[in-house]
């Protein structure tokens, strides 16, 4: 009967966040009423104050924030988007799907959907109204590429940090019910999120490639009509692109890249950053990216010496911002999954086609998806969905952080052609169009793209 109840609560939360009530605000009420129904509503709470305050989170979440709102003060990611645009000012044919490129890079330093299409909106704008590009399709092309799932890349990715907690658990709680200390290759090597990012990036590649072709043919079509009076280039710029400077929002991803097991070319002690201790509990990688960031911070500070200053302002004003907008969502996210534990429903929509691996990995796909476009949100898609995945996942013999890369990616998706999302309203207001045209011009491509997705996804699965 608790069930029961139980489900027609989570039906209700679903249909709060389709009439676009708060998403934090519905899943932290939902999770409390799950809470209660299981007569263990203290949990929930206890489940809220133990994420506001969870390392694995904060630091590496709010100090990737931090860095991007550097960038930004010091000037440093205009020189890096004129870079990346001005070669596409000599052909028009690839002004749209280069403005999709341009966002999906700057997409991986700055981990903000909305940040980006800040970012690289005053900068092609001009050059696509000049080019005679209508203002749906200039917004559909920021939209696309600033949300399709570059940040996806970053180590620092709130989605990845996800992957990574809900699959240890996964793992941890698989030894357990084995009655041995013998555990899946998962945990023999270092398990962080440059894991996931090995899964994600052959799937992430073909999905941008196949949503960006079919975006290009759809709106190249309608856009045709006039390239014959469309001139070449826009007019004279005086901005002179400094290198050096366009470099500086790639430093923490170097840093990361050249430290994780994928390339192994610099080694981190472990006691740099925790103490022997700790050294196990997942504080390492998150410190790693923490410190990652802040030297970023720190070059850019010294770069930009004018504006050396405000370094500190903009680096705590970018951390409030991911503290505010991500943590927040991932404290009731959190609460929300513990509500649906507490009431045995865990097994939740994984436990549905766990007997078969393509139905199985399908159904993480759409279920993320279909979230993420009602709630506007691809972390809290994937903060909610993906600790019903990992168990699941791991019994059928599939690499968890696999399954967490279809549920990141077809959560990026959902997120890109939902007409609440943040960026999608934040993009409309640049281009002086609407939210709803914008989720129209980019959801078949990005429904195709998902599709792709899960079908590879099928092809290659990873065993643990």
């Known amino acids: 009967m608790m069930a029961l109840v139980g489900c027609l609560v989570i039906g209700l939360a679903v249909y709060a966040v389709y009439r676009q009530v708060e998403v934090r605000l519905v899943l932290l009420l939902a999770g409390l009423g799950l809470g209660a129904l299981?007569?263990?509503?203290?949990?929930?709470?206890?489940?809220?104050?133990?994420?506001?305050?969870?390392?694995?989170?904060?630091?590496?979440?709010?100090?990737?924030?931090?860095?991007?709102?550097?960038?930004?003060?010091?000037?440093?990611?205009?020189?890096?988007?004129?870079?990346?645009?001005?070669?596409?000012?000599?052909?028009?044919?690839?002004?749209?799907?280069?403005?999709?490129?341009?966002?999906?890079?700057?997409?991986?330093?700055?981990?903000?959907?909305?940040?980006?299409?800040?970012?690289?909106?005053?900068?092609?704008?001009?050059?696509?109204?000049?080019?005679r590009i209508s203002s749906p399709t200039i917004g559909a092309a920021i939209l696309l590429g600033s949300s399709i799932g570059g940040e996806l890349f970053n180590p620092g990715a709130p989605e990845?940090?996800?992957?990574?907690?809900?699959?240890?658990?996964?793992?941890?709680?698989?030894?357990?019910?084995?009655?041995?200390?013998?555990?899946?290759?998962?945990?023999?090597?270092?398990?962080?999120?440059?894991?996931?990012?090995?899964r994600i990036l052959p799937l992430n590649l073909i999905g941008f490639a196949a949503a960006t072709?079919?975006?290009?043919?759809?709106?190249?079509?309608?856009?045709?009509?006039?390239?014959?009076?469309?001139?070449?280039?826009?007019?004279?710029?005086?901005?002179?692109?400094?290198?050096?400077?366009?470099?500086?929002?790639?430093?923490?991803?170097?840093?990361?890249?050249?430290?994780?097991?994928?390339?192994?070319?610099?080694?981190?002690?472990?006691h740099w950053l925790v103490s022997d201790a700790r050294a196990d509990d997942g504080l390492f990688d998150s410190r790693l990216i923490g410190s990652a960031m802040l030297i970023g911070s720190a070059v850019a500070g010294l770069v930009v010496w004018r504006k050396g200053l405000g370094i500190a302002a903009a680096f705590f004003e970018?951390?409030?911002?991911?503290?505010?907008?991500?943590?927040?969502?991932?404290?009731?996210?959190?609460?929300?999954?513990?509500?649906?534990?507490?009431?045995?429903?865990?097994?939740?929509?994984?436990?549905?086609?766990?007997?078969?691996?393509a139905l199985f990995l399908a159904a993480a796909g759409s279920v993320a998806l279909g979230f993420a476009w009602l709630s506007g949100?691809?972390?809290?898609?994937?903060?909610?969905?993906?600790?019903?995945?990992?168990?699941?996942?791991?019994?059928l013999g599939i690499d968890p952080t696999h399954t967490g890369a279809v549920v990141s990616l077809a959560a990026a998706a959902g997120r890109t052609m939902s007409p609440v999302s943040a960026v999608n309203l934040m993009t409309a207001k640049l281009t002086a169009t609407t939210p709803l045209q914008l989720s129209r011009l980019v959801a078949v491509p990005l429904l195709v793209s998902t599709a792709i997705i899960i079908v590879v996804a099928i092809l290659i699965r990873m065993p643990p």
């Open 38 to 131: 299981a007569g263990k509503m203290n949990l929930i709470v206890e489940k809220f104050f133990l994420t506001l305050v969870d390392e694995k989170f904060v630091v590496p979440i709010c100090t990737a924030l931090g860095f991007a709102y550097v960038i930004r003060h010091t000037g440093c990611d205009e020189h890096l988007v004129r870079l990346l645009v001005n070669p596409l000012k000599k052909v028009r044919a690839l002004l749209i799907p280069g403005t999709v490129l341009v966002g999906f890079l700057v997409n991986m330093p700055i981990v903000s959907q909305t940040s980006t299409a800040v970012t690289i909106g005053p900068v092609v704008i001009p050059l696509l109204v000049a080019a």
């Open 160 to 198: 990845l940090r996800t992957v990574v907690t809900e699959s240890k658990k996964a793992v941890a709680g698989l030894a357990n019910e084995n009655g041995d200390q013998k555990q899946p290759n998962l945990m023999q090597e270092n398990f962080g999120t440059d894991r996931c990012v090995r």
């Open 318 to 357: 970018g951390a409030g911002y991911g503290y505010a907008n991500v943590i927040s969502l991932i404290v009731t996210a959190s609460c929300f999954g513990e509500g649906i534990k507490l009431l045995e429903l865990a097994k939740g929509p994984g436990g549905w086609v766990a007997g078969d691996p």
């Open 377 to 395: 949100s691809g972390m809290a898609a994937t903060q909610s969905l993906f600790l019903f995945f990992a168990k699941p996942s791991l019994d």
């Open 213 to 270: 072709g079919l975006f290009w043919i759809m709106t190249w079509r309608r856009e045709q009509y006039d390239a014959a009076g469309a001139p070449a280039t826009t007019t004279p710029d005086e901005f002179r692109v400094n290198i050096v400077k366009a470099m500086i929002p790639l430093i923490p991803l170097v840093i990361l890249y050249l430290t994780s097991p994928l390339f192994r070319i610099v080694h981190v002690e472990r």
